[in-house]
């Protein structure tokens, strides 16, 4: 076996190709280390606390290890990853739905506590980050999904189209009702403030 030194100068496509190959362990580690803490800080974004996003991160990987031979090599693996990552925390959060509301039945009083500070212009990009974190837990996690691959990860439409195996007009159209969405959600926490 290639020594760990130049199989840390692969490429990830590469050292994906070899892990599905020759379903090394030690090979899939070398992926492991690349990309773990930014698989952690995608969900922990889902997540109630480190603990809960530690799990979710082992939960990726698992899959993924099972699942790595799906990837095609369409989009750059980096992609596929933070997709793939999405879709197990939405699949996640979808599934404890019902135990998420029972708690955050308490957390709509934060929202009354937020700044009182009046905002002009409530474009998109000048949320203010504490309202828009609230507004990013109120819509639907699928909606959060695609605006975190867009804005947080900066995907292109086309890359998104790969990853998510959607149209470009589905991609657009979803990336405009998820910001409608979150707009929506954000004035009205805004007004709810007022």
């Not at 840390?8 to 070398?30: C, P, Q």
């Not at 031979?69 to 959060?93: D, E, M, Q, R």
């Not at 708690?103 to 990009?125: A, C, G, P, R």
């Not at 657009?172 to 979150?182: G, V």
Request: glycine share 2%; with cysteine.
């Amino acid at each position: 076996m290639e020594n760990i030194k130049t199989t840390n100068n692969l490429t990830d496509e590469a050292l994906v190709e070899a892990v599905v190959k020759t379903n090394n362990t030690l090979l899939f580690e070398v992926l492991y280390d690349r990309y773990a803490a930014l698989v952690y800080n995608k969900c922990y974004g889902f997540a109630k606390d480190g603990d809960e996003a530690k799990d979710l991160t082992q939960d990726v990987f698992l899959k993924l290890f099972v699942k790595l031979a799906s990837f095609k090599g369409t989009s750059k693996f980096s992609t596929w990853l933070y997709a793939f990552t999405y879709n197990h925390c939405v699949n996640y959060v979808t599934r404890n739905t019902a135990k998420k509301f029972e708690k955050q039945s308490v957390d709509y009083k934060d929202i009354e506590n937020l700044s009182e500070e009046e905002d002009d212009d409530t474009s998109f990009l000048e949320m203010k980050v504490d309202r828009l974190k609230v507004a990013l837990e109120l819509i639907s996690p699928e909606e959060k999904m695609i605006l975190l691959l867009k804005y947080q990860d900066n995907l292109s439409i086309k890359e998104i189209e790969s990853v998510l195996n959607l149209g470009a007009s589905a991609v657009k159209m979803r990336i405009k009702r998820a910001k409608d969405k979150l707009l929506t959600v954000y004035n009205d926490n805004l007004n709810h403030n007022g």
